[in-house]
């Protein structure tokens, strides 16, 4: 074995403690950078593989009520390549042992077969026999919700009749892969089914036979759903027809892609800020590693090595550190990423994971990590390959003494050993500074981490104690008139009622489209209020329109200008209302106008489609189950449930990723920290042994080093913080779409726990350099290793 190996294998072990410090660094960068991306695409690849299988169709479309001689003609239509008519209708659902409403969506399907698009996948039990009309599938979440399976029962009200329906299986379907009750904001599996019958039963419950009120398209290949949607509103509006729309707007999907988006944009941000923090503080720990070596380096050369055969021995040394980390970074990546996937699937019901570890995206992280440490080194060997072999095998000559800055203020009350910290800090500013700017960044990991826990609770304070006020929330099947509000007034319990109209909509501005709803309120209204940026409350308007800040962003319209509506409900009026406001809201989207005017719009009197209302708290189950009983009531929200819901999405979506973000980041604020002080420890090394030998104490010279290390922890805290906020701001401007936005909320708690972790750290790497320097041997330290 040549002689440098041997070196190697000796340096190695003799730096196992920085070694795997640095090592732990590149494992935490390259394992969160694995973790995110793997997880990404593995969900990303499983959503196509899922809608490929299942032949998960391209436009939807629904009515009315049409004949089947309909259906025919849309067949023949350029682009359209294979189509499914279904018949849809809401239901309620009633569970022994469950008092709240459940209310849900019947679908039909082909009388003991599987559908042509939208596939079902059959997770337990078995397709409705033929005839059957007494057998229902079910949507998986529903049924693990209240824990069924196939041979229970359901109490089923369908069109006003009480049906008793047995469950013949369990399914998924890729239409519903995020399973949410129309018009709500976060699903709540316990209290929305789904459930899919024989298409003779259902039509026969609902008087459909011979008819649909439900379409689905698969398209040809290169063809547009925009032009085969051209072709099918036409012939689908004198049946009622609400407005055909492709994928994007279909409302499973819409939502899918918008929590796919958020996790993406945290896969990416994330992951590059902690790679990128690694890769810093690699680039300075290696270098300073280097510099430790600096009398060794001289004597391979005084012996005839060349720069070459000691910059390649090395670079082996830190090449080695680097395989280590990287190596257990894919592996913690990889294992953390199936778990994450693996939390992800279930909760958007994939009935499958398709998870893979891409090459490139290891390769990516340990290069970015590899690279930057590498690069720490050929700097530091540059520096030391500069000096001659017998001038560098001497020890640096003392830095010129000088009085401090403090020392000139006068402050020199302070003890010789804290005078010392300051004129070794002073002395080496740059130094110094690397290492403020390392722990800042560990603080400014920290923070970015915590933060979103502070600005959820933020977003659900505006939203459901400023915003919404109501206890319950009740949606009329067809529009109703006033008389309807009155008798909800005199319900036991209830002291306040608003009506609300909305209509569907297509909204526009230029070529920006959203496909969404206008939702006129009481004037003044006290229930649902509107916000301002202040998150004060604003009077609507007694003409125009209030948009919320994301839907104006995404329309690119501001006040003044003129946004235009397609109406896609009764006579479809196109309008155009002026934009005369921007309101602010956390979660979801909305155009907001006065209810008067909204009529004033649409050409008809009084109407609501639904009613806010404020009750008694003991009276709102009762209220809930007398509400259901009623004719036109199609469903009842509660706020409660709502918010329940509200947790359980960032529980199982957002906040899991941020309890994975969370760990790493301590760990690797933990080893910032530690390097720091490895590092300093083997750098002053000899300047340790000789204060022992002078007389110090040990307390005296540990408060030396620890104390100075102490001192950066503390002088790092204001950058880090000022660091942090910038990332925390760039993670939020990242993380804008339509189902909600997190707001830069930045609570005494985010900056206390980022400050917490970073001290603790601080003392537990304190603990073991103390450990060291009890052991310290003073004789071996003031010797030069040869």
Known sequence: MRTLHIKLLRGLWSLKGQGMAIAMVIAIGVGMYVMALTALESLRETQSGFYHDQRFSDVFAELKRAPESVAERIGELPGVAVLDTRVRAPVH????????????????????????????????????????????????????????????????????????????????????????????????????????????ALAAAFNMEGAFNDMVIRLAPNASADGVIAQLDPILEPWGGLGAYGRDDQMSHRYLDEELAQLETMARVLPLIFIAVAAFLLNVVS??????????????????????????????LIAVIVCIGALLGVLLGGWLASGLAGIY???????????????????????????????GTVGALRTAFRLPPAQAMR??????????????????????????????????????????????????????????????????????????????????????????????????GVYHVEGFRAVPATLRNG???????LQGFEHPANLFQVLDATLNPIRLPPEGVLLTDHLANLLEIKPGDLLQVQVLDGRRPEL?????????????????????????????????????????????????????????????ALRASNIDAFHRLMD??????????????????????????????????????????????????????????????????????????GLCWLLTWGMQTDLYRIPLVLTP??????????????????????????????????????
Request: proline residues 4%; aromatic residues 10%.
């Open 287 to 316: 270098a300073r590693l280097i510099r430790t070596q600096r009398e060794q380096i001289a004597v391979l050369k005084a012996f005839g090595y060349d720069n070459l055969t000691v910059a390649g021995h090395y670079l082996a």
């Open 749 to 786: 708690r985010t900056y206390a726990m980022a400050t917490l972790v970073v001290l603790l750290a601080t003392l537990l790497s304190a603990s073991l350099i103390w450990r060291k320097l009890v052991r310290l041997d003073m004789i071996a330290a003031l010797k030069a290793p040869e």
């Open 576 to 636: 155009e209302i002026p934009v005369v406001g921007i309101v602010t809201e956390y979660i979801g989207v909305g155009a907001y106008l006065s209810r008067d005017y909204l009529s004033r719009l649409l050409g008809e009197g009084p109407s609501y489609s639904g009613a806010f209302m404020a009750a008694e708290a003991e009276q709102l189950e009762r209220l809930q189950h007398e509400l259901e009983g009623m004719p036109k009531v199609l469903g009842v």
């Open 345 to 375: 699937q279930d909760y958007f019901r994939f009935p499958w994971l398709h998870f893979r570890v891409r090459p490139q995206v290891a390769l990516t992280g340990v290069v970015i990590a590899g690279g930057s440490a590498l690069l």
């Open 93 to 200: 659902i009633r569970l022994s042992g469950f008092n709240e409403s459940i209310t849900g969506q019947a679908l039909s399907i082909p009388d003991g077969r599987q559908p042509q698009l939208n596939r079902l996948y059959l997770r337990a039990g078995e397709m409705p026999e033929t005839g059957r009309d007494d057998q229902v599938l079910v949507s998986e979440a529903f049924a693990e919700a209240h824990a069924l399976v196939p041979g229970d029962s359901l109490d089923v009200v369908i069109n006003g009749r009480f049906r008793q329906l047995r469950i013949s299986g369990i399914v998924l379907s890729p239409e519903f892969i995020y399973q949410i009750r129309p018009g709500d904001l976060f699903p709540d599996f316990a209290r929305y089914a789904l459930i899919w019958m024989n298409r003779s």
């Open 395 to 492: 020890p640096e000559a003392p830095a010129r003494y000088r009085r401090t800055l403090i020392e000139r203020l006068g402050i020199g009350w302070l003890s010789q050993p804290s005078r010392m910290i300051l004129r070794n800090l002073e002395r080496q500013p740059v130094k110094s500074g690397l290492s403020v700017i390392g722990i800042a960044l560990a603080v400014a990991v920290m923070m970015l981490t915590g933060f979103q826990q502070g600005a959820i609770g933020h977003m659900l304070d505006v939203q459901f104690r400023l915003a919404q006020k109501q206890d319950l929330t009740v949606s009329f099947s067809d529009p109703v008139g006033y008389s309807a509000l009155y008798s909800l007034r005199n319900l036991p």
């Open 652 to 725: 199982e979506t957002i906040l899991v990723f941020t309890l994975f973000s969370v760990l790493m980041a301590g760990c690797i604020a933990f080893a910032v920290v530690y390097n720091n002080a490895r590092i300093a420890f083997a750098e002053r090394g000899r300047e340790l042994a000789s204060l022992r030998v002078l007389g110090f104490t040990r307390a005296e010279t540990a408060f030396i080093l620890l104390g100075e290390l102490m001192l950066l922890t503390l002088l790092a805290l204001i950058p880090g913080f000022v660091i942090g906020a």
């Open 511 to 517: 070529h920006y489209r959203y496909r969404g709803a």
